[in-house]
């Protein structure tokens, strides 16, 4: 009796089991929906697609952050000093002008003087004097010239070694900054350059002028010595003879 009366208790707790689980709502069970799952994945990729163009948006400002450094970057090759070493020396040259200087005052007054109209009543000797002190300044102004034409051919070849290396740095700046500086550079020494041609053509017009108002007083010089040779004088003038001594 006990064991007939157990399985028939177990029976009955299986089929309420069974019943149960025909009643369980079929939400609560596991469904795979196609359209769902595809609308996941499309919203996945979509953000997937946004922070992959954030992280471009990122690189981007990084690299323009990395060129405007480089365009800012100062070019690290300077040739200010030499260059104006370079000038310094033409222009102790000039300074270095014997006798008649590139001074304004001091020409005038030269001209005034050494330069000017005869003196009528200047001696003999000191017409001669004067004529030697103007042909020495007109060696002297020659002379100064010849200096000043190489002190400039001695910059050549400074300004060469200078202009390589600017052209080195050009081509090899990383950013604008560099290039307009190695360009301003050239350009200076492109300055440079012409401030020696400046100088020597000052240096060779000094002694050019000076050679020639040395002919032009020279002439004028001439004029008078030929007039007073021309002159009549005294003549001869009679008066006692001794022959001996008594």
Known sequence: MTSVSTRRAMLAGGCVLALALQTVPARAAIVFDPTNYAQNVLTAARALQQINNQITALQNQAQSLINQAKNLASLPFSSLQTLQAQIQRTQALLGQAQRLAYDVQQIEQAFKGQYGGVDLKASDQALVDGARERW???????????????????????????????????????????????????????SQQLADLTAMLAAQGRAQNLEAAQRAAAQDQAREQLRRFLTPGAGYQPGDAKMFNR
């Open 136 to 190: 020495r300044t007109s060696v002297a102004g020659f002379e100064d010239a010849l200096k000043v034409q190489a002190g400039v051919v001695g910059n050549i070849e400074g300004a060469r070694d200078q202009m390589a290396q600017l052209v080195g740095a050009s081509q090899s700046a990383s950013g604008a900054l560099q290039a307009a500086q190695a360009g301003n550079q050239l350009l200076a020494l492109q």
